[in-house]
Each structure stands twice: as structure tokens, then as C-alpha cells.
């Protein structure tokens, strides 16, 4: 009688330890599914953000506020939305985002290019070319950021420090397409000026004599 008991015992303990490791398995396949949605809904909203940076910043910024709701440190997320807050012209809080990332990782170099950008576009050429030349420290042949940098000196009229920059581009790449067409670019910005500086005196030329006449 207490083998038979004995045996039961055994027999229920096994049956006990296998329904165990059955809701362990259940569980584990539960949490992976969960987790696995949770991605997929995540690399979904930052695909439709990342299409949207451009056309539909706004809306953008919602898409990404939400996945940075599910994740708070996704780097892409605040990245995204720091470019999304800055075609807003909204400064404050796109560098906010840019400053949140370099905590989360302070090597990365598309966070120091966009906080340049952010500082080139609000007239602050010192702190744009610090954060430029940070990104350069990391990486010394980063085509985009001596374009960044180029971008910055024309839209200022420094076209001499702009076409030095695209040259250092293209001694990293020769063949760089952005760098060649930048560098037209800047041509053509300096040919207009110098058109419209040559039309600005001959009008005031025309105007001396004008006055002179109706004397």
C-alpha cells in the first residue's frame, strides 16, 4: 500500500513538474510573440515617419512620439524626430532630441551633424562648426558632414570656405554626385550675386546720372 502511494506521489509530481515547464514554454512562446509585435508595430511607425520627415514633419513627430512611448531609448526615434522638429523650424526641441540621443550614444555621428545643421540654420556658426568638427574627430572622412559644413558657409556667402569644404569631399570620394552637385551649386550662387551686385551698381549708376540730368 505504501508503494502504491508512493508511487502515485511520484507520478503526481512528475506530471506537476512537466505541466510546469509546459506553462514556462507557453509563457516564453507568449512573451516572444508579444515582444515580436510590439517590434514590428515599432519598425512600422518609423518606416511611415521616416517617409513623412519631409512632406508631413508634424505628423511625423506624432508617429515617432509614440514609439518613443513603447521605447523610450530607440535612437532612431529621437534622431527621426529631432530632423522632424527641425523642418518645424522648432530648434529647442529638435536639439533636445539630438542632445538625448548623444547620451544614449555619444559616438554618433548623424546627432552631431544635425546638431550643426540645427546651429547653422539659427545664425550660429561657432557652435555649427563645433558640433561638425566633433562628428569629424569620430570620423575624419565623412563626405556628409564636410557638405554640411560647405552648405553652411554658402548660405552666408563665404563661397571661398564653402568650395573648400566640397574639395575635401571630393578628395575622400572624387566621384561623390552630392559633392559635384553642391559645388555647382555654390558656382551659381556666387555667378547670381555677382550678377546682382553688377546690377545694384548699374542702377545706382543710372540713378547718379538721372539726378545729375534733372539738375
Given amino acids: 500500500k505504501d508503494n502504491i502511494t508512493n508511487q502515485i506521489s511520484e507520478q503526481n509530481e512528475a506530471i506537476e513538474d512537466k505541466l510546469s515547464k509546459h506553462k514556462e514554454y507557453i509563457d516564453k512562446v507568449r512573451n516572444e510573440f508579444i515582444a515580436y509585435k510590439r517590434e514590428s508595430h515599432i519598425n512600422k511607425l518609423l518606416s511611415e515617419a521616416q517617409n513623412l520627415l519631409d512632406d508631413d514633419p508634424e505628423y511625423a513627430i506624432d508617429l515617432l512620439t509614440q514609439v518613443i512611448d513603447l521605447d523610450k531609448d530607440n535612437k532612431d526615434a529621437l534622431l527621426y524626430r529631432g530632423i522632424a522638429y ?63 559644413i560647405a552648405r553652411m558657409y554658402a548660405m552666408h556667402a563665404d563661397f571661398d570656405k564653402a568650395i573648400n569644404n566640397v574639395d575635401m569631399a571630393l578628395k575622400i570620394d572624387n566621384a561623390s554626385y552630392h559633392a559635384h552637385r553642391l559645388k555647382s551649386r555654390i558656382y551659381q550662387d556666387m555667378a547670381d550675386r555677382e550678377e546682382n551686385e553688377k546690377k545694384r551698381k548699374d542702377c545706382e549708376k543710372s540713378s547718379d546720372q538721372e539726378h545729375r540730368l534733372a539738375r
Fill in 86 to 148: 527641425m523642418n518645424c523650424e522648432n530648434a529647442a526641441d529638435a536639439l533636445s532630441d539630438f542632445n538625448d540621443v548623444l547620451k544614449l550614444d555619444p559616438q554618433l555621428i548623424r546627432a552631431y551633424y544635425n546638431i550643426g545643421r540645427v546651429y547653422s540654420h539659427t545664425n550660429q556658426i561657432e557652435l555649427a562648426l563645433e558640433n561638425f568638427n566633433k562628428a569629424l574627430a569620430i570620423n575624419p572622412e565623412s563626405i556628409p558632414i564636410y557638405l554640411g
